[in-house]
Structure formats: C-alpha cells, structure tokens
C-alpha cells in the first residue's frame, strides 16, 4: 500500500466546499446529513479480508462539489474519510464509536474491524508460535530472511477467517505497512498511529497468552525511539530483556541506547563476541 491508493482515492472528492472533517467529528452523524447518499465501490487498499470491497459514500453523485468522502466496509460499516483540501488527508475511527480518532497519509484500515469478528481463542496458540517463527527468522537469526513457508502461513491470515486471533497477526501486519509507507515517504512513522497500536497489541498478547512476545517488545521499543522518546525506549528495552535475556535485537538496542560509556564499551565487547555474524551486530 503506497501513495497509489490515495492518489486512487483522491480522484472520489477533488471538489472543496464547506467546513471539512476533523478528528473530533462524528462520521455516523456526517453520514446522516446526506438526503440520498451515493456509494461508489472505493479501489482495493488492502488484502485483508474484511477490507475487501469497501465503499466511499459521498453525499451527491458529482463529487467535484463536495470536500470528503466517508470510508465504508462492504457491510456499509464506516470506518473512516478522505479529506481533500490542504491536501488529501485520511481520517479514522480507532475505537469503533463512530468518532475520527486519527489523520495519516496512507489508508490504514482499524484494528477493531478485524477483531470485531475474531474467533478469540486463548488455547490456540498458533498465532504466538507465527510469530516466533518470524522473529527468529527475520531478526534473531544471522541472515534475517523469512523462508517461504512462514510466509505463506502469514499471508493465510490475511484471508481465512475461520483461523483463531487473527486480529493479532493483523496488528502486526499494520504495523509493519505503516512503517513501509513511512519509510516509502520518507517520512518518520506517525507515533499517534504506531504507539498506541503497539500498546495494544501488547495488551491483547498478555492478555490471550499471559505474555508479550520478543517480536512486540522489539516493536514497541522501536515505536517510542521513533517518536523522540529515547528514555522511554530506554526502559522499555531494558525491561524486555528480564524476560528475553538472549534476544539479539534486544541486546543490540540496549547497547546503542547506554548512556554509560564504559557499560556501553563493555556492551559492545558481549555482542561482538557472541553474535560477530548478527546483522545487527
């Protein structure tokens, strides 16, 4: 998911009139002003599959005299707007009350759809051995490549929802988009966005399995090192590394983040000498 999208988007509202939307405002009551409100099926912005055939819903059927569209699932379910004026601007719904919690430059699709009809189970396991499975893979082992089978066991979240705690892959999944499409603009990653979709991630993690895996708590540290919040990143790499003492990236961070400089010299001497062929080392 790149500009594309937007640039697909964009061309549903390329009018500007009226008051535009705002985080604040109410999409379910915008929805309701419109006296015969026209859908148009929206380009695909994800492969997921519940954000699979969604809608834009204007409130005329000529768009070039309006300043938005809403974002719609194919159920009519809203979910967001795309704003055109000082320039294209998404809004979303974060917390499934009908309120815009967050503006981004990219079409990021909210966790709550996913797990609104998520099979929620804490006996299945399957998703926290993923998980490892890509961690050791990506950032743990030497070469840091994900073999194909991994991969295609993570795709398979993406359209089968008849899998358990699929909404935990999907976080992860969203995480790392908004990265990439950060990274695509140059741009840092939005902390309004990455940090709280850490937190939550974490939090169901701990409460479906009763723990945060390595993967998250890499994750999360990296969201907050991010957005400038060095000390807390700080804290939070050491914290992890009580319950991941030999995770590399773990180490690796808490090496660069050490105010001390001679704990710092003597961290450096550890990773060299167990991990010389790390790609982080």
């Known amino acids: 998911m790149k500009y594309r999208f937007l640039v697909a988007f964009a061309f549903l509202a390329c009018g500007v009139r009226g ?3 705002r985080v604040g405002d109410d ?3 915008e929805y309701k002003k419109m006296v015969a409100p026209h859908f148009s099926s929206s380009p695909q912005l994800t492969n997921w599959a519940e954000g699979q055939s969604l809608f834009s819903v204007s409130a005329k059927e000529d768009v070039a005299s309006i300043d938005h569209v809403l974002i719609a699932l194919s159920d ?3 979910i967001g707007a795309l704003r055109m004026g000082e320039g294209p601007l998404f809004l979303f719904d974060t917390d499934h009350d009908s309120i815009l919690d967050i503006t981004a430059d990219f079409f990021y ?6 797990k609104r009809k998520a099979k929620i189970r804490p006996a299945d396991r399957k998703v926290l051995t993923l998980m490892d499975k890509i961690y050791q893979q990506n950032l743990q082992a030497d070469n840091g490549e994900m073999d194909e089978r991994t991969k295609t066991e ?3 979240y993406m359209t089968d929802t008849t899998l358990a705690n699929r909404h935990i892959i999907y976080m992860l999944d969203l995480y790392q988009t908004i990265i990439t499409n ?3 603009a140059h741009k840092l990653p939005p902390a309004n966005v990455c940090i709280p979709l850490m937190k939550a991630l974490s939090g169901d993690c701990l409460s479906l399995y009763g723990e945060i895996p390595p993967l998250v708590c890499i994750f999360m540290g990296e969201a907050l090192q991010s957005a400038g919040m060095e000390e807390n990143a700080r804290e939070h790499f050491k914290k992890s590394l009580q ?8 180490l690796v961070y808490n090496y660069r983040l050490e105010l001390d400089a001679a704990r710092k010299q003597q961290l450096r001497k550890q990773l060299k000498a167990r991990h010389p062929g790390h790609w982080m080392v």
């Open 109 to 114: 699709m909210p966790a709550w759809v996913v």
């Open 76 to 78: 009519t379910t809203l």
């Open 27 to 29: 999409i379910v009551a």
């Open 19 to 21: 008051q535009p939307l």
């Open 243 to 250: 319950f991941h003492p030999d995770s590399v990236p773990l």
């Open 154 to 156: 993570y795709r398979r």
């Open 182 to 184: 950060a990274q695509s």
